[in-house]
């Protein structure tokens, strides 16, 4: 079984440039999050599908990230414009959805914003 | 809301001597717990859950973690370490609203 896929694995924009990470969750998974982790923490939610549906979006910075789950599978987020301080680790990962909060993550994508 | 504390946040440990990582957690409900290990410039990998049943729960690579209730606690121990255990472990939690919570990890370093 495939696990969770994301791309690109490393990006390097300047500031006020947008970027874009994809992922591709497990096969069968409903649930859908997009974490982001600074350097030397633990990952932050930033959103939560239930398929296409973002049922959790209270931590993204709606001002300049955005993010959709079209058809319920893939997901793409972005931000635009980029700044500094977005430069982290963006971590995908997915779940049944079927009462179990159990997640698989991806190897994320490192940031780096200069 | 939940929140979750790890109380070291480095752990360095000669090899084939015994580890214990610290997990605290806040949280008015019903909860899940979890520990994740996260190796250099990789994602998370889950090492082992508790959602209900016996307090005690082990992984396969000989980690073993205790739901404690009455302490909020969910601590990590493995008896005997090995260099290729290096890495940074975080714990998380969550409740029915699905969302994981994690502390701000534990970076073990084993040292031969």
């Known amino acids: 079984e495939a696990g969770v896929v994301q791309s690109p694995r490393y990006k390097i924009i300047e500031k006020k440039q947008p970027v874009a990470f994809w992922c591709n969750p497990i096969?069968?998974?409903?649930?859908l999050y997009w974490y982001r982790q600074n350097l030397g923490q633990g990952p932050e939610l930033l959103i939560r599908?239930?398929?296409?549906?973002?049922?959790?979006d209270s931590q993204l910075p709606k001002d300049r990230f955005s993010a959709e789950r079209l058809k319920g599978v893939d997901s793409t987020l972005k931000i635009q414009p980029a700044e500094l301080g977005d430069s982290a680790v963006y971590l995908c990962a997915s779940s049944t959805g079927r009462g179990l909060p159990e997640a698989f993550f991806g190897q994320g994508t490192r940031l780096t914003v200069v | 809301a939940q929140s979750v504390t790890q109380l070291d946040s480095q752990v360095p440990v000669f090899e084939e001597a015994p580890v214990e990582l610290r997990c605290n957690y806040s949280s008015s409900v019903s909860v899940y717990l979890f520990w994740y290990v996260q190796y250099p410039n990789q994602g998370l990998q889950l090492l082992l859950k508790?959602?209900?049943?016996?307090?005690l729960v082990e992984s396969i690579n000989g980690f073993e973690a205790e739901f404690n209730k009455s302490q909020t606690s969910f601590h990590l121990r493995k008896p005997s370490v090995h260099i290729s255990d290096t890495a940074e472990y975080f714990c998380?939690?969550?409740?029915?609203?699905?969302?994981?919570?994690f502390g701000a990890g534990t970076t073990v370093t084993v040292r031969a």
């Open positions: 599908y239930e398929n296409e549906e973002a049922v959790d």
């Open positions: 998380a939690v969550s409740s029915n609203d699905y969302k994981l919570s």
């Open positions: 096969s069968g998974h409903n649930t």
């Open positions: 508790y959602l209900s049943g016996s307090t």
